[in-house]
């Protein structure tokens, strides 16, 4: 007869145990990361210069149109305005697309961080964790495996909110955008939709950086800046499918990732669906609110399962304990 | 009786490294080491429940991937694993709220997080409430001498510091069954003295706690372990008590000896008598420190005259009890070293 302990396995434990692992995960991230105060340069100033060089560009582009319309002759498209009611229209037309277009940027560099964290935190923390031997300590606790996962996600989240938000204020401030929001709640539920599909990707990823091991690192690195472009980070998506030829399908592969259509509808809800005369976005908010909960369903799904896969896989190849293994 | 740990007919072998496209093409040295590795070939072992097993063998021998296997942390090639009565393929979560591990130069955690924070969020994954782990931590804090630096950030410990804070981290989600991998190795002798003591009380101070030691400590083991196994490639070659153990080459003679630096050791084994030799150099005190497990006493003056005849002289002689050193030499043919 064992003396050991006995050991509750009931579900409102297995409850308590993953939600207690989700916040002992989701620690490190939020207090370790923000305990550096330097983080206020390498997280919030230098990323607000990166959005800086396509605000100046769009900047320049609204002042040529502007002195087009203002010109001697003054035009008006690509012919002379007929009247100054028309050179009005224009101006104001230019004005508002000007400010369409810096509002696209600075919501696409909130957007862009979490990528970057969904990227090199998310997708390949699970190879570092290996490396520095956290992953086998993880791997052994009683835990779900998704709790590990699902700790990581909502302290990136939490991490990357407080960067998002200084670079959302900063672009405010900094280059007067103007934010027009007509339904809070509709923006909040496809905020968080995008941001669970988007770490739901992230999930997925980081099962299959563990098999990948070190070449998962490239795989990364690949990432990043093509889908900068190919998801309309700092510009509308839809944008692309004006392009004739590669246009469409470099866009179609683009919004694959949940940020593509997550940008288009937070784009639409805080400029208005008249924005840039309506012609630029993919879908209308609705169906990529629906779109957004599909995919933050199945990534998870696939996440859950591709997880438990590999984590059989690499412990049959011996890939889940050591690095030299 | 009870079981902490059974296994039966336990193998495991590493297939190798994969040949991908994008991979240099390997030397033909490098492609032998490449191939197949059989780290478990049969092994099979009981240890009781409020045991404190060892598990010594040299580099490689198989130590490690065991601990592994029975953490649940890999999966065996053939034969079966049970830990606290559950099968480690079948059966892993009951046996993952049982047990921890620690291992020594572990490091694990995250250098942001203070000592505290680090043990706090380990224990948070076996669902520990945070009161009690709290309390815990500050009690074990006390008991290894950490107290003062449980506010210090990981990355300023020093290694002696960061093994006590990753053997805290074992025992704080309190495991019925610990598996200690190395925990001494690299520590000064005060760390390595505070943890083997309380590895010690822990096991014999409340009844269902088992530890599975590994070590490269003979003393170590002989000390702190009730029985232990010797392990050579992948292979059990005895399990007994340390007592036992020693009793088994009794019946042999065991000298040492204090040489100036020697070159040729092989002749030694060709030696009539001789049935096992380890030879250790010290290049500052340009000496070489031979142990010899001699059926009789007959080969010494053939060793004596041996190493007169290479010019090295001879500083000492000296015949011993057996240690556990010794059984282990004659058992694997070589010293841990």
Request: hydrophobic share 45%; with cysteine; proline share 4%.
């Amino acid at each position: 007869m064992s003396v050991a302990t006995d050991r509750r396995t009931d579900l409102k434990y297995r409850v308590g145990l993953n939600l207690r692992a989700v916040v002992g995960r989701s620690y490190p991230r939020i207090v370790g990361a923000n305990r550096e105060p330097s983080w206020i340069f390498f997280e919030a100033f230098l990323p607000l210069l990166g959005i800086a060089a396509y605000v100046f560009i769009y900047q320049f582009f609204g002042l040529q149109a502007t002195a087009a319309i203002l010109g001697n002759p003054p035009m008006c498209g690509d012919h002379v305005c007929a009247s100054v009611a028309e050179q009005n229209q224009y101006l104001a037309a230019v004005n508002a697309n000007t400010n369409a277009l810096i509002a696209s940027v600075v919501l696409g560099g909130t957007m862009v961080a979490f990528w970057l964290n969904v990227l090199w935190s998310m997708a390949s923390q699970l190879y570092w964790e290996k490396e520095i031997g956290n992953l086998q300590l993880y791997m052994m606790a009683p835990m779900n495996r998704m709790a590990l996962l699902g700790g990581m996600a909502v302290g990136g989240m939490v991490m990357t909110s407080m960067r998002a938000v200084s670079t959302l204020v900063a672009g405010i401030f900094v280059f007067g955008v103007i934010f027009q929001v007509a339904n809070p709640l509709l923006l909040l539920a496809v905020f968080f939709a995008t941001l669970i599909a988007l770490y739901g990707l992230g999930m997925m990823f980081a099962s299959l950086y563990l098999l990948w091991g070190r070449e998962a690192w490239n795989l990364s690195a690949l990432m990043e800046e093509p889908i900068f472009f190919s998801s309309g980070f700092y510009f509308p998506l839809g944008g692309l499918f004006r392009i004739p030829g590669w246009g469409p399908a470099v866009a179609i592969a683009g919004s694959f990732i949940p940020a593509s259509i997550g940008l288009d509808a937070l784009r639409q809800l805080t400029l208005g669906s008249t924005a840039f005369g309506g012609s630029l976005w993919i879908f209308n908010v609705t169906t990529e609110l629906e779109i957004l909960v599909g995919m933050a369903v199945l990534f998870l799904i696939l996440a859950r399962y591709c997880l438990a896969y590999l984590e059989t896989l690499a412990k049959r190849e011996g890939k889940l304990t050591s690095r030299h293994q | 009786m009870s079981y902490a740990v059974e296994t039966r007919d336990l193998t495991r072998v590493f297939s190798g490294k994969k040949k991908r496209w994008w991979r240099r093409k390997p030397t033909p040295d490098e492609e032998e080491s490449l191939g197949p590795v059989t780290a478990l070939d049969g092994v099979s072992l009981q240890i009781r429940e409020g045991e404190l097993f060892g598990l010594l063998g040299p580099n490689g021998a198989g130590k490690t991937t065991l601990i592994k296997i029975l953490a649940t942390l890999l999966l065996p090639t053939s034969g079966q694993a049970l830990v606290a009565g559950h099968d480690v393929t079948k059966d892993p979560f009951p046996i993952r709220q049982r047990i921890n591990m620690v291992s020594g130069g572990e490091t694990s955690g995250y250098g942001l997080l203070t000592a505290r924070e680090n043990i706090w969020m380990f224990s948070q994954f076996y669902g520990v409430p945070s009161k009690v782990s709290k309390a815990r931590i500050d009690e074990l804090m006390h008991i290894f001498g950490l107290w003062d630096k449980r506010d210090a950030k990981v990355r300023m410990l020093s290694t002696g510091q960061r093994q006590k804070m990753n053997m805290i981290r074992g025992f704080v989600t309190g495991p019925d069954i610990l598996f200690l991998d190395e925990p001494t190795l690299g520590l000064d002798v005060n760390a390595a003295r505070v943890i083997r003591e309380y590895v010690m009380n822990w096991v014999r101070g409340q009844a269902g706690k088992t530890v599975l030691l590994t070590s490269h400590y003979m003393a170590e083991a002989d000390q702190m372990c009730d029985r232990i196994a010797i392990i050579d490639k992948g292979r059990i070659l005895a399990c007994d008590t340390p007592a036992n153990l020693k009793r088994m080459i009794r019946t042999e003679t065991t000298f040492q000896l204090e040489v100036d630096t020697i070159r040729d050791t092989t002749s030694f084994m060709g030696l009539q008598g001789v049935k096992n030799f380890s030879h250790k150099d010290d290049i500052s005190k340009n000496r070489s420190h031979l142990t010899f497990i001699l059926e009789d006493e007959g080969p010494v003056a053939e060793i004596l005259s041996s190493i007169t005849s290479q010019g090295a002289k001879v500083h000492s002689l000296q015949k011993s009890e057996p240690t556990l050193e010794d059984v282990f030499i004659s058992m694997v043919g070589r010293g841990l070293d």
